[in-house]
């Protein structure tokens, strides 16, 4: 048999000319968002102030399966994409298990993630509208130094939120932002309302992305010709991720391969809901019945330990209200919780499915996702993203099962980026100085209480 | 005409089984590296106790046009490689030129440069001959970073001197050579009589890669089953970075193109060295006659303000002597002076090509080198590093001479990595706060009064 290389990449030709809308597929679909003022589905025209108009239509457009990807965004794309689909010849060998381990790295790029693949929509859509500016939010960072990439591409301004226990954290990912003329505030910040209600509660705080987004909205709203985008949750960023899955699927029929396993980590949902497309798919149209499983962190478990209920997306309770799985959007990761993954609610898209038991949930500890991360690195020689590391645990995990029943599983998962900004939690890795978190029941409940209450919805 | 595409890729079958080897194909071989006690050209049993015996035998043998890659080090090629060939057609673009600008990108690993390449050969020899641990310096931390990288994956003990400015300036190099549980100690130290004795002349001094070597070779020599490995400058390094040429001018044969200029930056010169191969080979050979630029900071120019003269390849003075163009083995570059290249000489090879005329030299100021990375970055959306940056500013000028002639050359550059771990760099430039340095006749008189007297060769 011929061996099948270590790295999989489409030529220009092969590469996806459409994303995928998941929704179009699901049996059921997600609760409609709701207006906070009128506590009735949100229309497009509800979302206007916030989303460009383009956007808000994706947003709420659970009907088109192929949306045309502009000629404009293919071209972004083809500067560093296709990304590669990598075979861990090297970690299955440490690992000494029969499973064969694939992973889509979607590193390679400065942002050092996969959310330069929406970033770059999200941007085109607003330039196309004239707006001229745009707000958002970045916790991990890597959200933001990609808007702030594809912003100084089609010249836009932009105004970038960072959750204060990041921009403290990696102050390097602050300077890549503005190397893209980035504006970047600590949040929270005294420039917003959100921000000083906050800070006067809260002095102290390290942020968290729900108030970053409070912060972002407000200033859009505020802005003429502004509008706020966002990095992940939202149905319009699991249809520019589909991206990932879409030449994932491609590229593993160049190989014959098809995944038992589809694995990805889960903040927001943005990675995973791309990855996973084409096997999801599959499941929901009775084609094929791969496992798929959400990783997420131990300290910020929205799925394996969250409510199904409808919450804000934000701290600040300003934007529309969706129904996912929730800590409360007054949930904060303990300050110990290095890297990303630490939004209180999980993509509406993706609650849905694992309710209805599409997908698996797992929760780590984030010593475990180090000590795997090291692994990868010393073997794969990718230094991953904390973020990503939650995939690596899992997908070790699966692979030593194997191990243990000796089936060849393929297994598949998505490598969203690189940790060169994630130095300073490595080396707290490293130094014995990581310690791990997970909340009590108690901690949660706290999150739990603030949910909204819905007459006639949610009681 | 079918659009060529933006990134190039070969197949695992495509990729080059062979190191290319330029001094089998030069009219004239560079001068002898010379023995410092005997004054005789060294032999491969003079450098036994430095290098191991494989990478001895390369560095000295000039015969052997094409050496076989061994087999586990294409495997670990196949982790990270091919790199893609990229045409920039969004800097073209931006600067409104008729030139075609490709980059030959070499920043997709976790080293963030070229560096892989040869740190993967010289571990693998040294493993291979039953050596225990390897010593090295480095600058910017790419070389350390990478062989950290080999000896992680080989399993050998490391231990990395570290210029101390970047030490400094760097401290998550640190972090990630440590994460590939590298030793790290900022030179110079105390841990050697070399390190002592700069450390009594010049407490407050940044160090310099010449420092740094001295201090890593007397350890290595001082260390049982231990020996030295240097990224840059040696025939060697050349040797196995000709990879990045090979692959490249395969993947410029897919699109039918041969560049009229080849430019890349050049420290101790093991990314030209390495890119320029098939080039330089048919320009040797009469085939075609390419412009070979080799581009290096004002600040530190051996090329163009170097004298070509035997020198020692460390302050120290205690390595084998050179001839090279050098500014002299005391040389330090101003403090100011961000990023590598920052060696006192330049790879003999190299030298000699340039002394004879096959290659033309440039320097460029850094401010200026700065501008062009952050226009490559908003346009490419790479963040180069530093070093890369030097070639990007002369491919720039490049192109905007064919703007002004209207010729539509072929400009192939070496994009030898990407700048993460420069952000404090990035942010001095941004803010206003970088200033350029070039040094003074007589601060190079002072450099070159330190050249050694070797009778009848070198008065």
Redesign the interface.
């Known amino acids: 048999m011929k061996k099948i ?3 999989i ?1 489409l ?2 030709e092969q590469m996806p000319k459409q994303w995928y809308n998941l929704r179009a597929d699901m049996k059921e679909l997600p609760d409609p968002m709701l207006n906070p003022q009128t506590l009735k589905p949100a229309t497009e025209e509800d979302l206007y102030p916030v989303f460009c108009k383009e956007l808000a239509h994706q947003e709420l457009d659970s009907q088109t399966r192929y949306v045309d990807i502009p000629e404009e965004i293919q ?2 794309y ?3 994409r296709p990304s590669p689909l ?1 075979r861990a ?2 970690l299955e060998k440490a690992l000494g298990t029969p499973a064969k381990i694939y992973y889509k790295f979607e590193g ?3 942002s ?1 993630s996969h959310k ?1 693949n929406s970033a770059v929509a999200q941007v085109y859509y607003a330039k196309k509208q004239g707006l001229k500016s745009l707000t958002t939010e970045t916790g991990a960072g890597q959200w933001g130094t990609a808007l702030a ?1 594809a912003c ?2 089609f010249g836009m301004d932009l105004t970038v939120y960072m959750v204060k226990a990041s921009y403290e954290q990696k ?2 990912r602050k ?2 932002i ?4 980035g504006k970047v505030i600590a949040s929270p910040s005294d420039t917003t309302e959100a921000g000083r209600k906050i800070l006067a509660e809260n002095p102290n705080t390290g942020g968290s992305l729900g108030c970053a987004i409070s912060e972002a909205v407000e200033t859009a709203v505020n802005t003429p010709d502004c509008r706020y985008v966002l990095g992940s949750v939202l149905n319009q960023v699991l249809l520019h991720q589909s991206i990932i899955g879409e030449e994932c699927k491609i590229a593993m029929e160049m190989i014959d391969e098809y995944p038992d396993i589809v694995i990805g980590c889960a903040g927001g949902g943005s990675n995973l809901g791309g990855l996973i497309g084409p096997y999801m798919r599959d499941k929901l149209t009775g084609k094929a019945n791969p496992r798929i499983i959400a990783v997420e962190p131990a300290s910020c478990p929205s799925l394996t330990r969250g409510k199904y209920a409808y919450d804000y997306c934000d701290t600040g309770r300003i934007t529309p209200m969706a129904r996912m799985y929730t800590l409360g959007c007054g949930f904060i990761p303990s300050p110990n919780h290095a890297g990303g993954l630490r939004y209180h609610g999980m993509s509406p898209i993706l609650s849905k499915l694992y309710h209805d038991g599409y997908m698996e949930a797992v929760s780590v500890e984030q010593s475990k996702v180090f000590e795997a991360a ?1 692994l990868f ?7 991953p993203a904390p973020e990503s590391a939650h995939a690596i645990r899992a997908a070790i995990n699966e692979a030593l099962k194997c191990k243990e029943t000796g089936e060849a599983k393929t297994i598949l998962f998505g490598l969203t980026g ?1 940790g ?2 994630d ?2 939690a ?2 707290s890795y ?1 130094e014995g100085r990581m310690t791990d978190y997970i909340p009590t029941d108690e901690d949660l409940q706290k999150g739990f209480a603030g949910l909204p209450k819905i007459p006639g919805i949610q009681e």
Chains 1, 2 share one sequence.
């Open positions: 290389p270590h790295r990449y030529n220009e071209e972004f083809k500067m560093y990598i010849y090297e390679n790029n400065t050092g330069l990439e100084a591409f102050p390097f300077s890549i503005q190397t893209f003329d090291v690195a010393k073997k794969e020689t990718i230094l690189t060169y900004f130095m300073s490595y080396t490293l």
